[in-house]
Each structure stands twice: as structure tokens, then as C-alpha cells.
């Protein structure tokens, strides 16, 4: 070979294939660590301040006599959610992610691996408060609810189909504040009707504690 008869390859890399398959088998993992411990978990999902956090102190007041909960929080910075949730009598485990604008499968991963799995029966997972970048990253649970509230505008339904689509449960929150803000609650729920006509959709107060017991039956919890 010669100077001029250089050896060229081109290798192309889907980086969100990638990025997604990797994430994929991670979560899968976490599945059969789940499963393996008789966990039930779930992730909840939505944007900055719709009530993740109120809505799993709601719901750890209900259930934390029935079933021993492990609540992991997800946030850029801070222990304030975990701390939160922390005083109601649950164990937690903060994630701070740095810069990630959400949770992935690996993160999760090794926050199961600070606790002993069998003490807990219920994993609550609150996602980083976005409503766009963790509805492509599976954790492994078994249901994901996302939060929407009345606090944000008529359209963030219709603005992020792509995470409604991706969850099994949707929670409209804040609904003690729908007359104040003369918010069109049957609107919201049709945008997400349009994106899934079969999805649940729970409206919720997380303060006064209106929903929540039907929220518990539709988990089955
Ligand atoms: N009126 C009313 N306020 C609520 C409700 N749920 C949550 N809030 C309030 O909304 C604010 C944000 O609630 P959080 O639970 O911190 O929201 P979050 O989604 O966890 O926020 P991030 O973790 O920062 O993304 C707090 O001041 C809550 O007290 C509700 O159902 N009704
Ligand atoms: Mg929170």
C-alpha cells in the first residue's frame, strides 16, 4: 500500500437507537429485579410543579400502613422532594442527576442497589420534573402515571402528545383550584381522549385528597 491508498471505513450509529436499545435492556433489568422481590413500581411523570411530589405524599398516607413503600426521587438537584416525602414515614432514595432532564433505567439501577429490595413492596419513582424527555426512557415499572395539573394552561396535552401516549395512567391535578382559574377541565380531558380514547384519566386533588382513593383502586394497590 502505498501513501495515496488510504484504508477508509464509515461505521454510521444511530444514536438514538443506540441510546434507547441500551437504556431498553437496563430497564429490563430492573423488571426482573422487581419481579425477583414482588415490587410493585411505578413512575410518575409531568412537568415542573404539576403535584409528583404532593400526589405521592397523598398517596404514602393511604398506603404506608398496608404496604412498605420505597419512594426514589428524581431531581437535577437537592434532597427537598425526598426529604418531603421522607417525613411521612417512607424510606427514600435521592437521585440528582446533574444535568439529565430525566431518569434512565441505569440511574434507577443503582439507586435499587442502596437498599435491601426485600423490605419494600410498592417503589413510588418521581421522575425530573419534564414534560418532554422521560417519556422515552422505560424504567422497568409496572405503570406509569403522568401528572398533568390545572395550573399549566389549556395545552400542554396537546403540546406533548408523545408523553401522554407513553403513559397508562393520567392524573389531572390541582382540581380544587379549577373555579379560581376558570379552568375548562372537560377540554383538557378531550385533548387527551384524542391522543388515546382509552386512556384513564383521574382527576385529583393531591391537597384536599379528592381522587386518590380511586387513583389506589385503578393501581390496584
Ligand atoms: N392547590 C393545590 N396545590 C397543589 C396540589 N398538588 C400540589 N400542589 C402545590 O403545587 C406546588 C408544587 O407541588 P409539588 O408536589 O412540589 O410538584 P412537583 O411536580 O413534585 O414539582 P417538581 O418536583 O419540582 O417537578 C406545591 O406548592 C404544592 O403544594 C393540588 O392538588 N392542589
Ligand atoms: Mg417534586
Given at each position: 500500500m502505498?501513501?495515496?491508498?488510504r484504508r477508509q471505513k464509515t461505521v454510521e450509529i444511530d444514536i438514538r437507537k443506540d441510546l434507547f436499545g441500551a437504556n431498553e435492556n437496563a430497564a429490563a433489568l430492573n423488571t426482573e429485579i422487581?419481579?425477583?422481590?414482588?415490587?410493585i413500581a411505578i413512575d410518575i411523570m409531568g412537568s415542573v410543579g404539576t403535584g409528583k411530589t404532593q400526589l405521592i405524599e397523598a398517596l404514602c398516607d393511604r398506603?404506608?400502613?398496608k404496604y412498605r413503600i420505597l419512594m426514589l426521587a428524581g431531581d437535577l438537584a437537592t434532597t427537598i422532594d425526598a426529604d418531603r416525602v421522607a417525613s411521612h414515614g417512607v424510606d427514600t432514595v435521592q437521585i440528582n442527576t446533574g444535568t439529565a432532564c430525566h431518569l434512565d433505567a441505569r440511574m434507577v439501577k443503582v439507586a435499587l442497589q442502596k437498599v435491601d429490595l426485600a423490605d419494600y413492596q410498592v417503589v413510588f419513582i418521581e421522575n425530573v420534573g419534564n414534560?418532554?424527555?422521560p417519556a422515552g426512557y422505560s424504567l422497568g415499572v409496572d405503570k406509569k402515571i403522568v401528572v398533568v395539573s390545572v395550573?399549566?394552561?389549556p395545552y400542554m396535552v396537546r403540546k406533548h402528545p408523545l408523553t401522554i401516549k407513553h403513559a397508562d395512567i393520567i392524573i389531572i391535578n390541582k382540581i380544587d383550584l379549577v373555579n379560581a382559574l376558570e379552568f375548562d377541565i372537560d377540554a383538557l380531558e378531550a385533548d387527551i381522549r384524542e391522543v388515546d380514547a382509552k386512556m384513564p384519566v383521574?382527576?385529583?386533588s393531591s391537597k384536599t385528597g379528592e381522587g386518590i382513593d380511586k387513583l389506589i383502586e385503578v393501581l390496584h394497590l
Open positions: 502505498n501513501g495515496s491508498e422487581f419481579k425477583k422481590h414482588g415490587i398506603l404506608r400502613e414534560l418532554i424527555c395550573t399549566e394552561g383521574l382527576r385529583v
